[in-house]
């Protein structure tokens, strides 16, 4: 069973001159062979960089498969509900792909299947967004039984 997180943009993010930040041209893999986390990170900074200059954004994930690894993914302070409590030990999570501080942006993920790999929340957007459609393929959330 599979989860659809896809949503069509507004008529106004639709229309929003954008500017396409593109995975692959931060040495994404979009053959699945390599580690892409790394370059995901620095395209989200990207991204981050240009919304900072008030410049609407689409992340572009072309059509393929995309492993990331918690080694060069981002690792922040997050609390969870129910993760940390008096146990500091897991207050640091390893984020797949953290968007934070961003706004008037589009995720389009193009048919494309991302894996994570270990313990990583999957996408973390601390932002306001016009629109979103995450890469498809993501799993399921893990079952508590």
Do not use: C, W
Not at 43 to 57: D, E, F, H, M, P
Not at 123 to 137: H, V
Request: aromatic share 4%.
């Amino acid at each position: 069973m599979g989860a659809n997180f896809a949503q069509e943009p507004s008529a106004s993010a639709a229309t929003t001159p954008r500017v396409d930040v593109n995975v692959t041209s931060f040495g994404a893999d979009p053959t699945g062979k390599a580690d892409s986390a790394q370059a995901v990170k620095a395209a989200i900074k990207r991204v981050k960089r240009l919304s900072n200059q008030g410049k609407a954004t689409r992340l572009v994930f072309p059509t393929g498969t995309y492993q990331l690894y918690p080694e060069h993914a981002e690792v922040r302070e997050l609390y969870v509900s129910n993760t940390v409590g008096a146990n500091q030990t897991y207050r640091n999570k390893t984020i797949a792909m953290l968007a934070e501080g961003v706004h008037d942006v589009i995720i389009d993920g193009q048919g494309s299947r991302l894996t994570m790999h270990g313990q990583l929340p999957q996408l973390i957007l601390a932002i306001s967004l016009s629109a979103i459609s995450p890469p498809t393929g993501l799993p399921p959330p893990a079952s508590s039984t």
